[in-house]
């Protein structure tokens, strides 16, 4: 059984603080892993993806990979109350779409 | 904008009675879609994967009878809950890929009175 995990949260960081969440696998294999937001009562849309070892920054978002250790992470830079979302970590173990598993999400919340 | 489109939106029906909603790739082709369930304050599952001209693949412990998938074109599928009961109720979602990235439709909130 393939996993994904997540510490559930809530994550409360103050405003303008760093936020990080973590993100675990089970599989070596893994190919490609992805970060997505879920606002309550909404669809989950894609922040970041990642395919290699190391960091990829976009404006205030850096995602970190290491595949020898199997975590992945999203770190958000100063900190926004619209930050606070749940998010969501999704690893892609094969070329086929259906191979993509989300884990459980981490409920992050900003506080101004 | 969006480039996976999912309605209706909101959708309130009666117990015993069919629900279909849509899901539309935008701007690309998808020859294959993914339809799942997400229950209040928990992660998203996989209901089943939906095929362009093919019959749909079923994750264990969903009824193929009771959420028939329909995936007539390259941008269009459609999940039907028929005979929806309230234990139905629940946000369904669509996903369409383009290249690597994965892309969500709005989602449906169906809710079984």
């Known amino acids: 059984q393939k996993e994904v995990e997540q510490n559930s949260g809530p994550l409360s960081v103050p405003e303008g603080a760093i936020a990080s969440l973590n993100c675990t696998y089970s599989?070596?294999?893994?190919?490609?892993f992805f970060w997505y937001r879920q606002y309550s009562g909404k669809s989950p849309e894609l922040i970041m993806f990642i395919y290699s070892n190391g960091d990829k920054e976009d404006g205030r978002f850096t995602a970190q990979l290491n595949k020898a250790s199997q975590y992945v992470s999203l770190l958000i830079r100063d900190s926004q109350p619209s930050d606070s979302a749940t998010y969501l970590c999704a690893v892609n173990w094969g070329e086929a779409g259906n191979m993509l598993t989300f884990g459980g999400g981490t409920r992050l919340m900003v506080k101004p | 904008g969006a480039v996976v489109s999912q309605h209706p939106s909101r959708v309130i029906c009666k117990s015993g009675t069919s629900v279909k909603i849509e899901c539309r790739s935008l701007?690309?082709?998808?020859?294959?879609m993914f339809w799942y369930r997400q229950f209040p304050k928990q992660s998203l599952m996989l209901m089943a994967t939906?095929?362009?001209?093919?019959?749909?693949?079923?994750e264990q412990g969903v009824e193929k009878d009771k959420f028939l998938i329909n995936h007539a074109s390259l941008t269009l599928s459609t999940l039907t809950v028929t005979s929806a009961h309230p234990e139905d109720s629940s946000f369904y979602i669509c996903?369409?890929?383009?290249?690597?990235?994965?892309?969500f439709g709005q989602g449906t909130r169906l809710t079984v009175v």
């Open positions: 939906s095929n362009e001209g093919s019959k749909a693949t079923y």
């Open positions: 599989d070596r294999g893994s190919q490609s």
């Open positions: 701007d690309f082709q998808a020859t294959t």
């Open positions: 996903r369409a890929d383009r290249g690597a990235e994965a892309f």
